[in-house]
């Protein structure tokens, strides 16, 4: 008895406990062995096939940006705030530039109101297309992963009409924004956001129907409405249950108040549901884009304000693709800034990944942590730690793709010769 | 003759093992477009491979922090002879616009040797081609 | 509605012997003292003030280090900022009210090296890498400068 005691307080101290509501019981295990040397992503332990505990690792994307904002001018702040994230880049300089102009007396015009609004819109698109190609892929639906990238080029297409660039648009600036609209654009556009929408209707019918996707998605990565509120998911993670968390409708940024939108929630609690939920927001972008570019009001798209920001404090949040990005920002009244800080939605809906993980078999953790939509790095590496067999490895995330196209459509996979040289 | 084949293949048909060291994910998500019919880097013969035992290529994006600088040494050893490294993006070349943050480093020729720079933030899926076919180009 | 969410927080401020100050319309300030924070917070988490926690924000304010809590309800913000002392602090943890602050507080403990008392994985590191050594202090320290950190990390051209 005192040994298992022994191992069961070596345990809770290796792995720092659970979070305090869990109700999970300790089983005892063997020996630790530190012979990971090498940081993990994740820390997966498993009893058997499922995962009763997920330690995360982040941190390889650490590269104190924070602090070197305090070192640089205002505005070039701006454009290295952009390069956080390459997928939802426009938002956060979006954010941080709301959360500056605030401090200062000078005013956005409504023209520029409405074309952040128009590139954000793209942005979404762009990244819920990305998510749902990613999904198809970590699925094993390679056909769904090609064609939605392919439709996906569509709206870079746009983006680089409009600003330049496919990825890192760099089109917001203090007050206004850098470009103007391509003259002749709008019915363009207007036809190809039909076209999308158009295509977003289809990948919801194959979600719907198609046994690759029904197989891995349904009933996988459920949560509970108090659950998710507990753990402040936001964005996808928070409707998906049904909470109207979002901050177009909560507290409307740029042109949002004026143009009519409506919030997208589910109930269905599980990664199906997020299919659908964000192909539902697809559609709704496209519609929030055809109405903007209709209306866009004529005026200046910018307000030159001075170098240096006065005294003061203020927050900001814009609704990402993945969920609120959040930005405070404290201003001495210099040149450069006293405190920025910046929340990305992956870092608040973590803790729900991990509570999404528990109970799921092995096969499941890429659809689990994809569907969440994680900004960070890529899924390169995690390590297993089975209590049952007491054996311990590390996949890559393509090993663990295959094992689980394997797991669920075994007559269909090819023999992977490298699941072959690893799987233990 | 035998090595003559074998250059032939290796020049054809690069298998390629991606890495991210710290990266926006800008770089990455150019680099798997490439991967998708509008550009189809396949029809060169390249693929992605998930291991680094398996690759020609190493094709590294980010800026390298301290996390990450070990596991970079650690997959280019892996990587069998003959290799290659392809350092994507601005920050892979010298730290980007991230040069002098306190968790980045110089970029990846400091940690280990680079055969094929591709600028950009990020480099599009046709520069990223040209970087790697360029780079054949070289393979004697 | 601005009136109601004030009048509630200042209900609130009144047992943490402090009061609200407006920083703009919708935008509130309350300093709160290390020992009320808690009761402070779960009255707004518990009272139906605000169920949304955007994040929570270490910030060095020269003397002592500043932990601001950020809650939000519709258009209505409210910061509740703490303080505590510079040098192996210690600060009083909300993950039993708000388990979803664990993640932040571990930012906060990275970064400013802030213990808060409660919070389970205070001995785990969330963004620093490995090889940071033990005795370099903080990177968000305004003491802290970025070319040491550097050179500590091994960063620089060998």
Not at chain 1, 138 to 164: C, K, N, P, Y
Not at chain 1, 209 to 222: I, S, W, Y
């Given at each position: 008895m005192k040994m298992s005691e022994s191992k069961k307080s070596a345990r809770r101290e290796e792995t720092a406990g659970l979070m305090e509501y869990s109700t999970e019981n300790l089983v005892p295990f063997g020996p630790i062995h530190p012979a990971l040397k090498e940081p993990e992503y994740f820390k997966l332990v498993l009893e058997g096939e499922k995962i009763v505990e997920v330690i995360p690792r982040i941190?390889?994307?650490?590269?104190g940006l924070e602090k070197a904002a305090e070192g640089r001018p205002w505005v070039q702040n701006m454009y290295m705030f952009e390069r956080t994230c390459g997928i939802c880049s426009f938002v956060h300089s979006l954010c941080y530039g709301q959360a500056v102009e605030e401090l200062t007396m000078y005013k956005v015009p409504k023209r520029a109101k409405y074309i952040r609004l128009i590139i954000a819109e793209l942005e979404r698109i762009h990244s819920h297309l990305l998510w749902v190609g990613l999904m198809g892929h970590w699925a094993g639906f390679e056909t769904l992963f090609m064609w939605v990238w392919q439709d996906r080029e569509i709206v870079l297409d746009i983006v680089e009409t409009i600003?330049?660039?496919?990825?890192?648009?760099?089109?917001?600036?203090?007050?206004?924004?850098?470009r103007d609209m391509p003259e002749n654009m709008e019915d363009h556009i207007v036809e190809k956001m039909k076209y999308l929408a158009g295509r977003a209707r289809y990948y919801r019918e194959i979600i719907d129907t198609e046994e690759t996707m029904l197989e891995r998605t349904q009933k996988v990565g459920k949560l509970s409405v108090d659950t998710v509120e507990k753990l402040c998911a936001v964005g996808p993670m928070a409707r998906y249950?049904?909470?109207?968390?979002d901050v177009r409708l909560n507290d409307p940024y740029a042109a949002y108040d004026e143009v009519p939108f409506s919030i997208v929630t589910r109930n269905e609690g599980d990664v199906q549901g997020l299919l659908r939920l964000r192909l539902d927001e697809l559609i709704v972008s496209t519609d929030l884009i055809t109405y903007a570019v209709k209306h866009l009001p004529e005026g200046p798209i910018r307000v030159k304000i001075p170098p240096v920001i006065p005294a003061g404090e203020h927050s900001s949040r814009c609704e990402a693709p993945r969920g609120e990005i959040f930005y405070y920002v404290k201003s001495?009244?210099?040149?450069?800034?006293?405190r920025v800080k910046s929340r990305q939605p992956t870092l608040a809906n973590l803790p729900a990944a991990l509570e999404m993980l528990k109970g799921q078999t092995l096969a499941d953790v890429p659809i689990v942590l994809t569907a969440i939509d994680?900004?960070?790095?890529?899924?390169d590496r995690m390590s297993f730690l089975d209590t049952e067999t007491n054996k311990q490895w590390t996949w890559s995330g393509e090993q663990l793709r295959q094992y689980g196209i394997k797991h669920y459509f075994p007559n269909q996979s090819r023999n992977s010769p490298i699941l072959k040289e690893t799987h233990p | 003759m035998l090595k003559q084949l074998e250059t032939w293949a290796r020049k054809r048909s690069p298998w390629v093992y991606h890495i991210n060291a710290s990266s926006c994910n800008g770089c990455d998500i150019e680099l798997v477009a490439s991967l998708t019919p509008t550009y189809d880097i396949e029809r060169f013969g390249a693929v992605l491979v998930p291991?680094?035992?398996?690759?020609d290529v190493l094709i590294v994006t980010g800026t390298v922090n301290a996390q990450t600088k070990d596991r970079l040494r650690k997959v280019y050893e892996q990587l069998p002879d003959p290799k290659h490294v392809i350092a994507l993006g601005a920050c892979a070349a010298a730290g980007g616009v991230f040069k002098g943050c306190y968790n980045v480093g110089q970029g990846v020729q400091d940690v280990i040797p680079v055969d094929m720079f591709v600028p950009g933030c990020p480099p599009r899926p046709e520069a990223i081609m040209y970087g790697v076919l360029k780079l054949l180009g070289e393979v004697k | 509605m601005s009136e109601v969410f004030l009048q509630r927080v200042e209900g609130c401020a009144v047992d943490a012997h402090t009061k609200p100050t407006q920083l703009r319309e919708r935008e509130t300030l309350v300093e709160v003292e290390q020992q009320y924070v808690k009761q402070f917070v779960s009255k707004v988490w518990n009272d139906g003030i605000s169920r949304r926690l955007s994040t929570i924000t270490g910030l060095d304010l020269g003397e002592r280090i500043g932990i601001i809590y950020h809650f939000w309800q519709n258009k209505d913000t409210l910061h509740v900022r703490t303080t505590v002392q510079k040098t192996s602090s210690t600060a009083v943890s909300i993950v039993d009210i708000i388990p979803g602050a664990i993640l932040y507080e571990m930012e906060i403990h990275d970064l400013f090296g802030v213990t808060f008392v409660g919070n389970p994985w205070m001995d785990k590191k969330l963004l620093l890498p490995e090889t940071w050594p033990d005795d370099l202090p903080p990177p968000l320290l305004k003491t802290s400068k970025s070319p040491e950190i550097r050179k500590r990390l091994k960063l620089e051209a060998e």
């Amino acid at each position: 008895m005192k040994m298992s005691e022994s191992k069961k307080s070596a345990r809770r101290e290796e792995t720092a406990g659970l979070m305090e509501y869990s109700t999970e019981n300790l089983v005892p295990f063997g020996p630790i062995h530190p012979a990971l040397k090498e940081p993990e992503y994740f820390k997966l332990v498993l009893e058997g096939e499922k995962i009763v505990e997920v330690i995360p690792r982040i941190g390889y994307v650490h590269r104190g940006l924070e602090k070197a904002a305090e070192g640089r001018p205002w505005v070039q702040n701006m454009y290295m705030f952009e390069r956080t994230c390459g997928i939802c880049s426009f938002v956060h300089s979006l954010c941080y530039g709301q959360a500056v102009e605030e401090l200062t007396m000078y005013k956005v015009p409504k023209r520029a109101k409405y074309i952040r609004l128009i590139i954000a819109e793209l942005e979404r698109i762009h990244s819920h297309l990305l998510w749902v190609g990613l999904m198809g892929h970590w699925a094993g639906f390679e056909t769904l992963f090609m064609w939605v990238w392919q439709d996906r080029e569509i709206v870079l297409d746009i983006v680089e009409t409009i600003s330049g660039n496919r990825v890192h648009k760099s089109m917001n600036a203090f007050c206004g924004v850098r470009r103007d609209m391509p003259e002749n654009m709008e019915d363009h556009i207007v036809e190809k956001m039909k076209y999308l929408a158009g295509r977003a209707r289809y990948y919801r019918e194959i979600i719907d129907t198609e046994e690759t996707m029904l197989e891995r998605t349904q009933k996988v990565g459920k949560l509970s409405v108090d659950t998710v509120e507990k753990l402040c998911a936001v964005g996808p993670m928070a409707r998906y249950v049904g909470i109207q968390n979002d901050v177009r409708l909560n507290d409307p940024y740029a042109a949002y108040d004026e143009v009519p939108f409506s919030i997208v929630t589910r109930n269905e609690g599980d990664v199906q549901g997020l299919l659908r939920l964000r192909l539902d927001e697809l559609i709704v972008s496209t519609d929030l884009i055809t109405y903007a570019v209709k209306h866009l009001p004529e005026g200046p798209i910018r307000v030159k304000i001075p170098p240096v920001i006065p005294a003061g404090e203020h927050s900001s949040r814009c609704e990402a693709p993945r969920g609120e990005i959040f930005y405070y920002v404290k201003s001495t009244g210099g040149r450069t800034p006293d405190r920025v800080k910046s929340r990305q939605p992956t870092l608040a809906n973590l803790p729900a990944a991990l509570e999404m993980l528990k109970g799921q078999t092995l096969a499941d953790v890429p659809i689990v942590l994809t569907a969440i939509d994680p900004c960070f790095g890529c899924m390169d590496r995690m390590s297993f730690l089975d209590t049952e067999t007491n054996k311990q490895w590390t996949w890559s995330g393509e090993q663990l793709r295959q094992y689980g196209i394997k797991h669920y459509f075994p007559n269909q996979s090819r023999n992977s010769p490298i699941l072959k040289e690893t799987h233990p | 003759m035998l090595k003559q084949l074998e250059t032939w293949a290796r020049k054809r048909s690069p298998w390629v093992y991606h890495i991210n060291a710290s990266s926006c994910n800008g770089c990455d998500i150019e680099l798997v477009a490439s991967l998708t019919p509008t550009y189809d880097i396949e029809r060169f013969g390249a693929v992605l491979v998930p291991s680094p035992r398996h690759a020609d290529v190493l094709i590294v994006t980010g800026t390298v922090n301290a996390q990450t600088k070990d596991r970079l040494r650690k997959v280019y050893e892996q990587l069998p002879d003959p290799k290659h490294v392809i350092a994507l993006g601005a920050c892979a070349a010298a730290g980007g616009v991230f040069k002098g943050c306190y968790n980045v480093g110089q970029g990846v020729q400091d940690v280990i040797p680079v055969d094929m720079f591709v600028p950009g933030c990020p480099p599009r899926p046709e520069a990223i081609m040209y970087g790697v076919l360029k780079l054949l180009g070289e393979v004697k | 509605m601005s009136e109601v969410f004030l009048q509630r927080v200042e209900g609130c401020a009144v047992d943490a012997h402090t009061k609200p100050t407006q920083l703009r319309e919708r935008e509130t300030l309350v300093e709160v003292e290390q020992q009320y924070v808690k009761q402070f917070v779960s009255k707004v988490w518990n009272d139906g003030i605000s169920r949304r926690l955007s994040t929570i924000t270490g910030l060095d304010l020269g003397e002592r280090i500043g932990i601001i809590y950020h809650f939000w309800q519709n258009k209505d913000t409210l910061h509740v900022r703490t303080t505590v002392q510079k040098t192996s602090s210690t600060a009083v943890s909300i993950v039993d009210i708000i388990p979803g602050a664990i993640l932040y507080e571990m930012e906060i403990h990275d970064l400013f090296g802030v213990t808060f008392v409660g919070n389970p994985w205070m001995d785990k590191k969330l963004l620093l890498p490995e090889t940071w050594p033990d005795d370099l202090p903080p990177p968000l320290l305004k003491t802290s400068k970025s070319p040491e950190i550097r050179k500590r990390l091994k960063l620089e051209a060998e």
